[in-house]
């Protein structure tokens, strides 16, 4: 019997039985696509679990909505990251978008997906959808004050993805937003991540005015409770209050209007790792 | 280098770093106590894992805080399961409470507990607290219109514990109830143990008027996602509201009166389970 096993820390990990294993070497990092019976297919880039049939829905719904409803007439939206799709796939459940970029630095990643995973991939063949192969931290340089919503929809914060962890980027992701932009990134496991999920938290605090953090239960992540930090200049994230409709017209598995309301309802230990930087 | 494995399911385990390991047979089951750098120490029943130091408190708080504040002055509670003693522990911290009855199957768990795990059991020595090793079910005959809380804190419902999952079982607990008791229950994960999730749901509302479910994150537990279900035939559980101030009065690590306001903000999967039984 096959068993992979991801190494949450040195200490900790998730085993998961695998019936197949395909192994692709990309530029970037080796990519395995298993198939698990317990979470059906399963993506994973170096050894880490980045999406799995079974539980996808939660992260991508959870990663997309809030940002998306929280502003007023999202139309054009970016996604750094996330060439699995899903969250393009999130983000156009919102009528009034006109287009979306996907900036993904692997182009394998997208071709794995789009073969393997199409209930995942599947819409980023729509023509609102424009994919761009690079660097996410210098495909914002030459974009200024565009997009009414930035989604990180990065990997762990180590190799490719560190530089979209520091204040540096969170600097040009605010100037690539309009004045009343949004921007919402993945951060990490609280329990087991603590240390990445308090400095994306101090960075984007450097950066933008109104700051939330927020939480659910990801069954094939690190300790099974993430984060997403959300931020904005000019909406209050914390108090944004949506019209219940928006909310009802989105075809959903997870996200809820009950889940919207108590968003920020953070356990105490989780709020008081934002009180000690 | 040593690894314990739990299983979650035949598909999916959890893998912890151990440094030391004790092993106990009991009339019971197999009590293992291990040394992880992860969790700190950590008690093993017949393979499953019951408690951690490190992420104890949620379990513990989120079984006991609900039905203790739901009920406008908790005297009288019956804790059935939960040998280690952490339920108790936060029972105690209601300044109401008179009386705490602890019904554990198997005193091996309580000896271990309060040798191996000082900051979980300690409690168990209070003089309002009065121990029985006895069976839950045989136990709830002989107490009729007794309790105004049943915590039960029972093991996975296998072997010993699979009858206190049952609609016989739960009639016991009402009528050892006094008219404005509040019972709740650990019910599985919702993600791993959909069937024991919803058998036990449907069991219970076929004996109480009003019946609330909600979650928690314990990172030990399969899935990540763990669900408590609170019944009452006098307290409409899903409208409970609460003093504040009797809140901001326990000393807590996870529940605050955020949490509580939010209990029941269950994912759209969740809710869904709930209304095909």
């Given at each position: 019997?096959l068993w992979?096993?991801?190494?949450?820390?040195?200490?900790v990990g998730?085993?998961?039985?695998?019936?197949?294993?395909?192994?692709?070497?990309?530029?970037y990092?080796?990519i395995?696509?298993?198939?698990?019976p317990e979470?059906?297919?399963?993506?994973v880039l170096?050894?880490?679990i980045?999406?799995?049939?079974?539980?996808?829905?939660?992260?991508?719904?959870?990663?997309?909505h809030?940002?998306?409803?929280?502003?007023?007439k999202?139309e054009?939206?970016?996604?750094?990251?996330?060439?699995?799709?899903?969250t393009v796939?999130?983000?156009?459940?919102?009528?009034?978008?006109k287009?979306?970029?996907?900036?993904e630095?692997?182009e394998?990643?997208i071709?794995?997906s789009?073969k393997y995973?199409?209930?995942?991939?599947?819409?980023?063949?729509?023509p609102r959808v424009?994919?761009f192969?690079?660097d996410?931290?210098r495909?914002l340089?030459?974009?200024?004050?565009?997009y009414?919503?930035i989604?990180?929809?990065s990997?762990d914060?180590?190799?490719?993805?560190?530089v979209l962890?520091?204040?540096d980027f969170?600097?040009?992701?605010?100037?690539?937003?309009r004045?009343d932009?949004?921007?919402?990134?993945?951060?990490e496991?609280?329990?087991?991540?603590?240390n990445?999920?308090?400095k994306?938290?101090?960075?984007i605090t450097k950066?933008?005015?109104n700051v939330?953090?927020?939480?659910?239960?990801?069954?094939?992540?690190?300790?099974?409770m993430w984060s997403f930090?959300?931020?904005?200049?000019y909406?209050d994230?914390?108090?944004a209050s949506?019209?219940?409709?928006?909310?009802?017209r989105?075809e959903?598995r997870y996200?809820c209007d009950?889940i919207?309301?108590?968003?920020?309802?953070?356990p105490?230990f989780?709020q008081?790792?934002l009180?000690?930087?």
């Amino acid at each position: 019997m096959l068993w992979f096993t991801e190494h949450w820390t040195e200490n900790v990990g998730l085993t998961v039985r695998a019936t197949e294993v395909k192994r692709i070497q990309s530029k970037y990092q080796e990519i395995l696509i298993l198939d698990t019976p317990e979470f059906g297919k399963m993506l994973v880039l170096d050894g880490l679990i980045q999406t799995t049939e079974k539980d996808e829905f939660i992260y991508h719904e959870m990663l997309a909505h809030p940002a998306m409803l929280m502003h007023k007439k999202p139309e054009r939206v970016l996604v750094i990251g996330g060439g699995d799709g899903g969250t393009v796939r999130e983000v156009l459940k919102h009528e009034t978008v006109k287009e979306v970029h996907l900036c993904e630095i692997d182009e394998e990643v997208i071709i794995v997906s789009e073969k393997y995973f199409p209930s995942i991939a599947g819409k980023l063949k729509d023509p609102r959808v424009k994919i761009f192969i690079e660097d996410g931290n210098r495909f914002l340089e030459e974009k200024k004050d565009y997009y009414d919503v930035i989604i990180m929809d990065s990997s762990d914060p180590v190799g490719a993805s560190e530089v979209l962890f520091s204040e540096d980027f969170y600097k040009k992701v605010k100037q690539s937003l309009r004045k009343d932009g949004i921007m919402v990134a993945q951060t990490e496991s609280p329990v087991l991540q603590e240390n990445y999920f308090k400095k994306a938290y101090s960075q984007i605090t450097k950066v933008f005015r109104n700051v939330g953090v927020y939480l659910a239960y990801v069954p094939t992540y690190p300790s099974g409770m993430w984060s997403f930090t959300i931020a904005s200049d000019y909406v209050d994230v914390s108090s944004a209050s949506v019209n219940k409709s928006r909310i009802d017209r989105l075809e959903t598995r997870y996200f809820c209007d009950k889940i919207f309301d108590c968003l920020f309802a953070l356990p105490k230990f989780v709020q008081d790792m934002l009180k000690k930087p």
